[in-house]
Structures are given as structure tokens and as C-alpha cells.
């Protein structure tokens, strides 16, 4: 399964960022997608997951309310909507694709990694 993690950058506090992750090969169609963060000294963290059509999705507390994972099939991506943004979320991204169809938290359930993708809110 290859993943690819896209659209972080630089934003202000307070803004919005869109992530993407593409699964050009369409292998994890029916796989759940999460994703995860790292931040500089910390344990990589969920943030959300989204199950294999779109129609369950999880959160953490800490984002919950402020980002969005949405799954578009046709295109074979999942996309994380990020508003209001702090300098809290600053962190390298990651999507996975777990082994089943379900949206889960646990790190353990995610066999498959995309590359990360750096997101920066300066305060």
C-alpha cells in the first residue's frame, strides 16, 4: 500500500490548512484511513480516522470541532480539513491505512505509512 501525504505548510495562528492523502494505487479502498502527528519531542499522537466509505469517522479531543476527515472513493483520497489553527498542532503529519475497514485510534492498527507532511502554525 503507498500513501502519499500532502498539503502542510506554514500558517498563522488561527487559519486553516487542507491535508490530502492520495493512494494513487487504489490498494487501501477498503482499508480505513487515519491520521496521526509528531510533534518535535513528543510521541507520535491519532487525530482522526475515517472508516472505508467514508460513512464513520473518529477524532481526538483535542481536534475535535476543528478538523474534518472526509473520504472521497472516485478519487481514492482522504482529505484533513484543519481550521483554527494553534501553535499546538504544529507537528509532522502522517496518514496510514490500517489492515481492516474500520476508523481506529490505535496506532497498532495501522500497518501501512505514507511519508509525513510538516504543518507549522506560528503564533
Known amino acids: 500500500v503507498q500513501l502519499q501525504a500532502s498539503g502542510g505548510g506554514l500558517v498563522q495562528a488561527g487559519g486553516s490548512l487542507r491535508l490530502s492523502c492520495a493512494n494513487p494505487?487504489?490498494?487501501?479502498?477498503?482499508?480505513?484511513v487515519g491520521w496521526f502527528r509528531q510533534a518535535p519531542g513528543k510521541e507520535r499522537e491519532f487525530v482522526a480516522a475515517v472508516n472505508w466509505n467514508g460513512g464513520s469517522t473518529k477524532y481526538s479531543d483535542s481536534v475535535k470541532g476543528r478538523f474534518t476527515i472526509t473520504r472521497d472513493r472516485a478519487k481514492n483520497t482522504v482529505t484533513l480539513e484543519m481550521k483554527n489553527l494553534a501553535s499546538e498542532d504544529t507537528a509532522v503529519y502522517y496518514c496510514?491505512?490500517?489492515?481492516?475497514?474500520?476508523?481506529?485510534?490505535?496506532?497498532?492498527?495501522?500497518?501501512?505509512w505514507g511519508q509525513g507532511t510538516q504543518v507549522t502554525v506560528s503564533s
Open positions: 496510514a491505512a490500517a489492515r481492516s475497514s474500520g476508523a481506529y485510534s490505535q496506532q497498532e492498527e495501522y500497518p501501512y
Open positions: 494505487r487504489r490498494t487501501s479502498s477498503n482499508n480505513g
